[in-house]
């Protein structure tokens, strides 16, 4: 076994069955469609905002350089941070795992007497299981962003961490307001489910006790920390509650304000297209009267760090590029990854979480490499994700006939003679077939996509006939 498993925690819990679920994703055709094609539209409008920016390559290079040189001094950045934040007035605490972090967050609350604590979008909270911890301990969690709040009252969580309600129709969210916020039933147009949402909210803050946001970065020469969102929510709890809380990722840390100009131009390009996300809020210190709270969270992601094949996942900024580029998660929906973080990011940071339960994630891909092309911060997303494979394979936590089915693939890809005679095959099987089975097995993709016509020569003999140079290109 490799050191990189040896050092994998041992947690068994089921396994997460990635297939299975996204067979279950697939059986609403419809809404397959319009999921892939929503995260596509997204897709397309990152690359229209990089287009805009010709050093976007020279950019990527050095936002990965800042990261791996933080990285690689992440205990001295941590400290200094917390030292220039402690010094403007802020009360840093530091928590081990989600556990530690629930504790703090809860003893802060109940210390105070708080009842009502609204949130903005934190994935970190999300992967401690905040909301639940709290709220088993009478404390009412309110998130505030549009989309976690709709995806709250259905009781389920994000299916993506930048769009939490990708996966809803706006029918299904007028349905959700109307039972919990009572809308008019059948109301379904965005603009007014907004409005209704935004008086609920209001009321929210105005009865809050105290606010919880994310920070997107921390910079470790001023102790200031940074918190962006596109509906102002974050900004609005911190400004009127008492008490601020900002739960972090120790990897949120960068050396300061000129590193930070680097990721704020490749941020929200890279999430949704935008220039800069609509609110970039910098909180250097608590506002007269009001306590400022920041805890610093670990929760294995020291672990990640100790690992080589692994430890640059931990540059990731939480743009969610490479997950609306994967062709799979746009196809099987972000809860059948079964974990806070989907997607090829998700599927290389939750292994290291616990191996067993998320041994089926490595391979919720097709290896096109779409996601590294995108990664702002040029994680090589596909190459971890092999290394994951075969660390996985190394682990005994892959099915026999898969095994058998990869060596018998394997065997037939490294032979040219053994792929020419099976595309031959294949092309002649599609010739025999008769066109009417041949249409009832495309229904299996679709109903209304049509099946190609089978071509009558190889690419091979059609280029050595146009070209004539021989090439063998079978
Ligand atoms: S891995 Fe890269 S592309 Fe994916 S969310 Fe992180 S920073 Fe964005």
Same mark, same amino acid.
């Given at each position: 076994?490799?050191?990189?498993?040896?050092?994998?925690?041992?947690? $068994?819990?089921? *396994?997460?069955? $990635?297939?299975? &679920?996204?067979?279950?994703?697939?059986?609403?055709?419809?809404?397959?469609?319009?999921?892939?094609?929503?995260?596509?539209?997204?897709?397309?409008? #990152?690359?229209?905002? @990089?287009?805009?920016?010709?050093?976007?390559?020279?950019?990527?290079?050095?936002?990965?350089?800042?990261?791996?040189?933080?990285?690689?001094?992440?205990?001295?950045?941590?400290?200094?941070?917390?030292?220039?934040?402690?010094? %403007?007035?802020?009360?840093?605490?530091?928590? #081990?795992?989600?556990?530690?972090?629930?504790?703090?967050?809860?003893?802060?609350? /109940?210390?105070?007497?708080?009842?009502?604590?609204?949130?903005?979008?934190?994935?970190?909270?999300?992967?401690?299981?905040? %909301?639940?911890?709290?709220?088993?301990?009478?404390?009412?969690?309110?998130?505030?962003?549009?989309?976690?709040?709709?995806?709250?009252?259905? =009781?389920? $969580?994000?299916?993506?961490?930048?769009?939490?309600?990708?996966?809803?129709?706006?029918?299904?969210?007028?349905?959700?307001?109307?039972?919990?916020?009572?809308?008019?039933?059948?109301?379904?147009?965005?603009?007014?489910?907004?409005?209704?949402?935004?008086?609920?909210?209001?009321?929210?803050?105005?009865?809050?006790?105290?606010?919880?946001?994310?920070?997107?970065?921390?910079?470790?020469?001023?102790?200031?920390?940074?918190?962006?969102? %596109?509906?102002?929510?974050?900004?609005?709890?911190?400004?009127?509650?008492?008490?601020?809380?900002?739960?972090?990722?120790?990897?949120?840390?960068?050396?300061?304000?000129?590193?930070?100009? /680097?990721?704020?131009?490749?941020?929200?390009?890279?999430?949704?297209?935008?220039?800069?996300?609509?609110?970039?809020?910098? /909180?250097?210190? *608590?506002?007269?009267?009001?306590?400022?709270?920041?805890?610093?969270?670990?929760?294995?992601?020291?672990?990640?760090?100790?690992?080589?094949?692994?430890?640059?996942?931990?540059?990731?900024? =939480?743009?969610?590029?490479?997950? %609306?580029?994967?062709?799979?998660?746009? +196809?099987?929906?972000?809860?059948?990854?079964?974990?806070?973080?989907?997607?090829?990011?998700?599927?290389?940071?939750?292994?290291?979480?616990?191996?067993?339960?998320?041994? &089926?994630?490595?391979? &919720?891909?097709?290896?096109?490499?779409?996601?590294?092309?995108?990664?702002? /911060?040029?994680?090589?997303?596909?190459?971890?994700?092999?290394?994951? #494979?075969?660390?996985?394979?190394?682990?005994?936590?892959?099915?026999?006939?898969?095994?058998?089915?990869?060596?018998?693939?394997?065997?037939?890809?490294?032979?040219? +003679?053994? @792929?020419?005679?099976?595309?031959?095959?294949?092309?002649?099987?599609? +010739?025999?077939?008769?066109?009417?089975?041949? =249409?009832?097995?495309?229904?299996?993709?679709?109903?209304? #996509?049509?099946?190609?016509?089978? *071509?009558?020569?190889?690419?091979?003999?059609?280029? =050595?006939?146009?070209?004539?140079?021989?090439?063998?290109?079978?």
């Amino acid at each position: 076994m490799s050191g990189a498993a040896r050092s994998l925690p041992v947690v $068994h819990s089921a *396994p997460v069955d $990635h297939a299975a &679920a996204a067979a279950a994703f697939n059986a609403n055709e419809a809404r397959v469609d319009w999921h892939d094609a929503a995260l596509w539209f997204v897709r397309e409008k #990152r690359d229209r905002a @990089v287009e805009e920016v010709p050093e976007w390559e020279l950019l990527r290079e050095l936002a990965s350089n800042i990261k791996e040189h933080t990285l690689s001094r992440l205990d001295e950045y941590l400290v200094a941070f917390e030292s220039a934040a402690t010094a %403007n007035g802020a009360i840093v605490h530091w928590a #081990r795992d989600a556990e530690e972090h629930n504790r703090i967050v809860h003893d802060i609350l /109940v210390s105070r007497k708080v009842r009502h604590l609204v949130k903005s979008k934190s994935m970190l909270t999300e992967e401690c299981g905040l %909301n639940a911890y709290l709220e088993e301990r009478g404390v009412d969690v309110v998130d505030t962003d549009l989309g976690e709040r709709i995806v709250q009252l259905r =009781r389920e $969580h994000p299916s993506h961490i930048v769009m939490p309600a990708i996966h809803l129709t706006k029918e299904e969210i007028g349905e959700t307001f109307a039972e919990h916020l009572g809308t008019p039933a059948g109301l379904s147009d965005p603009t007014e489910l907004t409005a209704a949402a935004r008086v609920h909210l209001r009321e929210k803050f105005l009865a809050a006790h105290a606010a919880l946001t994310g920070v997107n970065f921390a910079l470790a020469d001023t102790g200031g920390i940074i918190v962006c969102t %596109n509906e102002g929510n974050a900004d609005l709890g911190m400004a009127l509650a008492p008490i601020h809380i900002a739960s972090m990722g120790i990897e949120k840390v960068i050396p300061g304000a000129n590193e930070l100009a /680097v990721f704020l131009r490749m941020l929200a390009r890279s999430a949704t297209g935008q220039r800069l996300t609509v609110y970039t809020s910098h /909180v250097h210190r *608590p506002r007269e009267g009001q306590e400022l709270h920041i805890v610093i969270v670990d929760n294995g992601r020291s672990e990640q760090l100790g690992r080589k094949d692994f430890w640059r996942s931990l540059k990731c900024i =939480r743009c969610a590029a490479c997950i %609306n580029s994967c062709p799979v998660y746009r +196809r099987s929906g972000g809860y059948s990854y079964g974990a806070t973080v989907s997607g090829p990011i998700g599927s290389v940071l939750t292994p290291g979480i616990d191996l067993h339960k998320y041994a &089926a994630l490595p391979f &919720a891909s097709t290896l096109c490499g779409s996601c590294t092309a995108v990664c702002p /911060v040029k994680i090589d997303l596909d190459a971890q994700l092999y290394r994951w #494979r075969q660390i996985v394979v190394d682990a005994g936590l892959v099915s026999v006939t898969k095994q058998l089915v990869a060596r018998a693939g394997g065997r037939v890809l490294a032979s040219r +003679r053994l @792929v020419a005679v099976g595309s031959m095959l294949f092309r002649s099987m599609l +010739r025999a077939f008769p066109a009417r089975l041949l =249409r009832r097995l495309a229904g299996a993709w679709g109903r209304d #996509r049509e099946l190609p016509v089978p *071509p009558r020569e190889s690419f091979s003999a059609w280029y =050595r006939r146009e070209r004539g140079d021989g090439h063998d290109v079978a």
